[in-house]
């Protein structure tokens, strides 16, 4: 059972512009939830993260927000890099029995 | 030097064998995490360890055993492999007071089963 979605398996973008990658999920005892970044023939890189308790947290050009009452989050990145072209995981964590899920994965490109 | 270290990156194998893939770190950290990423599915857990004495199975253990040989080894094994174990394999650590905060992960070991 997919607990964590990412529905959008890409996500194509100009440079400058922002991006937003988008992650459901279905179990509400989940209380922190991370965002990865993954380049090809690398390990995941972690990016940025948010408790259950918050709906955003900002760390520079990249910025998480938590809708808890529809069980969604969101990462924008503005302004886009074609640096930033990469595959982003969503992750949960269910911290009472130490479950961890990730999504799918939403492959970014960003365009010069 | 790499923090999180993974050995083999790829690895071929037939369908039976037994194959250990081996993890090391520097970054001093109890937590240690193994994962597989298939597409379309993600990364999915498949044991982790808080410390040197403590084995947890994750969310797809099944065909899979891991020994926490010291702080820094985390070594998983399939003990005949078959072919849907065929994927790319994580080691990761993670340190701090809460588990699963941000988890540095090694480069990936390919395996493939024939």
């Known amino acids: 059972d997919q607990q964590v979605k990412q529905n959008s398996p890409s996500l194509s973008v100009q440079e400058g512009r922002i991006s937003i990658l988008n992650c459901d999920y279905t179990n509400s005892m989940f209380d922190y939830f991370l965002w990865y970044k993954k380049y090809p023939a690398e390990g995941p890189t972690f990016l940025i993260s948010i408790s259950s308790i918050k709906d955003k947290n900002e760390d520079g050009r990249f910025t998480v927000f938590l809708n808890k009452s529809a069980k969604h989050l969101s990462l924008h990145i503005v302004p886009s890099q074609p640096g930033d072209s990469a595959v982003y995981f969503c992750?949960?964590?269910?911290?009472?029995?130490?479950?961890?899920?990730f999504g799918a994965g939403t492959r970014l490109t960003v365009k010069p | 030097d790499a923090d999180v270290t993974q050995t083999p990156r790829n690895r071929i194998t037939k369908t039976g064998k037994r194959i250990m893939l081996e993890c090391s770190q520097t970054?001093?950290?109890?937590?240690m995490y193994w994962y597989r990423q298939d597409p379309g599915l993600g990364l999915r857990l498949i044991y982790y360890s808080f410390d040197v004495k403590d084995i947890n199975k994750g969310e797809i253990s099944d065909g899979y055993s891991v020994s926490r040989q010291a702080q820094a080894k985390f070594s998983l094994s399939l003990e005949s492999a078959i072919p849907n174990q065929t994927a790319l394999y994580f080691c990761a650590t993670s340190g701090g007071s809460m588990p699963y905060n941000e988890q540095f992960f090694g480069p990936g070991t390919r395996l493939t089963v024939l």
């Open positions: 970054k001093g950290h109890d937590r």
């Open positions: 992750a949960a964590r269910n911290y009472n029995n130490n479950d961890m899920r």
